[in-house]
């Protein structure tokens, strides 16, 4: 199994269901994590990556770290500082037009959205709400380029596009695409060379669908055409996702490997979960289970079943545990033996 990992985790994109997934395994194998400095749950974005952004970096002595996860704006040179030669790089694409609607109900708060009430009326005269200046402006348009590293208020041409492209696949192993959870983790378990229970989990940081709102088709072109640099990287590697599979696994064997993982997940669902899934946050009844709850978006979680033995109640906690308080556990553990 491969142990040193770059996840470059891209906002709203099922990033932190991928996170758990590398925090299990992470903590069941004993491997070191890049934590910020301070123990916060981001590398101090959205400014460009620094290995110093890292606790216990020390340029004299640099320490390797197995697993970087934690959101930042990806600069290689500075994370090849911090992780091995070896390490496997991999991300997380999601449809931009999803990614736009579900930006403007998380982030409802910064400057380009607070004063808009819908996606109707932002898209009636962007440049009244968007002001490229603002520290913020980078959740409201591109923000996947923005993430990647890139101007996501450069002039889309032709030249620019293949540069971006060809960056993202000579720094990237893999690609995932969110839309396409279940097929990710088996294409992400083949390449890790992970079995199948590292790469089961439960949807988090997912919100309510009564926050979701049907766009109009007039809407979906503003969006793709307003985050062209984000649709141009997701058309690409949706397409280059569908070849990897063909040339590595095939179809055939992939809807096998994907009925195994649901069919696991169920299980796992009916062994930990009370009721079916997740819940509204006001239903949440253990407090340490309780996800952030953000902007106008209304965040899901879960509740385990009572009684439990030890050792499995542990596994399905750690299934369920939001990426803050997940992140904070691990921080204090790998912390915890250096303080005098």
């Known amino acids: 199994p491969k142990t040193d990992i770059v996840f470059l985790k891209v906002h709203k994109s099922a ?21 910020p400095i301070g123990g916060g749950n981001q590398l101090f974005y959205p400014h460009h990556f620094l290995a110093r952004f890292v606790q216990g ?13 934690h959101h930042m704006r990806f600069l290689q040179p500075e994370v090849q500082k911090v992780v091995s030669s070896s ?11 999803q ?9 409802k708060g910064t400057s380009a959205f607070s004063r808009a009430r819908s996606l109707e009326e932002f898209f009636s005269q962007p440049y009244h709400y968007y002001n490229p200046a603002d520290s913020d402006s980078h959740y409201a348009r591109n923000l996947m380029t923005f993430d990647f590293g890139f101007n996501p208020d450069g002039v889309v041409s ?14 990237f192993d893999l690609l995932l695409i969110s839309e396409y959870f279940d097929e990710s983790m088996v294409l992400l378990k083949e390449m890790l060379c992970w079995d199948l229970d590292s790469v089961i989990s439960f949807p988090l940081n997912i919100r309510d669908s009564s926050t979701k709102s049907p766009l109009s088709d007039t809407i979906v072109e503003k969006i793709k055409d307003w985050n062209r640099l984000d649709w141009e990287i997701y058309t690409h590697f949706n397409r280059t996702f569908w070849e990897r599979i063909d040339q590595d696994i095939g179809r055939e064997r992939m809807q096998q490997e994907v009925k195994a993982l649901r069919k696991r997940q169920a299980e796992l669902a009916r062994t930990c979960l009370q009721g079916i899934g997740s819940v509204a946050p006001k239903d949440i009844k253990d407090s340490s289970l309780q996800p952030l709850q953000h ?46």
């Open 15 to 35: 990033s932190s269901t991928v996170m758990n997934v590398l925090f299990r395994f992470g903590e069941t194998h004993n491997l070191t994590f890049a934590f």
């Open 57 to 69: 970096f020390s340029p004299r002595s640099p320490q390797q770290f197995n697993i970087l996860c």
């Open 87 to 97: 390490a496997v790089y991999f991300s997380i694409l999601r449809n931009p037009v």
């Open 99 to 107: 990614l736009m609607e579900s930006s403007f109900m998380y982030y």
């Open 158 to 171: 032709a030249k620019r596009v293949q540069l971006m492209l060809k960056a993202i696949e000579a720094s």
């Open 295 to 340: 902007g106008k978006a209304k965040i899901l979680g879960y509740n385990l079943k009572q009684g439990l033995d030890k050792e499995t109640e542990s596994m399905c906690r750690r299934l369920v545990t939001p990426e803050l308080q997940y992140s904070s556990a691990l921080y204090k553990k790998q912390f915890a033996q250096k303080r005098p």
